[in-house]
C-alpha cells in the first residue's frame, strides 16, 4: 500500500495515466480523495502523471 490520497473517480478522463488512480491499495486503511465533477470538467489539481507499467511499479515502491 501506497502512502498517498487516491482516487476512485471511474468516470474521470485521465484515470488510465494517473497514478491516484492505478497506485496500489489497502482497502481496510487508504486516504480517499474526493474529486467533484467540476474538477473533472476543468482538470484536476490532483492528477499525478503515470506514464507506464515500468514507473507505476517504480512509484508504488519509492512511495510506501
Known sequence: ???????NRRDCPKKDTCFRYLAER???WQSQLVVDKLNLK???DMYWRCRNMAEL????K???
Not at 500500500?1 to 482516487?7: E, F, G, K, T
Open 26 to 28: 489497502n482497502d481496510y
Open 57 to 60: 511499479q517504480y512509484m508504488n
Open 42 to 44: 476543468d482538470g484536476c
Open 1 to 7: 500500500m501506497v502512502d498517498i490520497s487516491v482516487c
Open 62 to 64: 519509492v512511495n510506501r
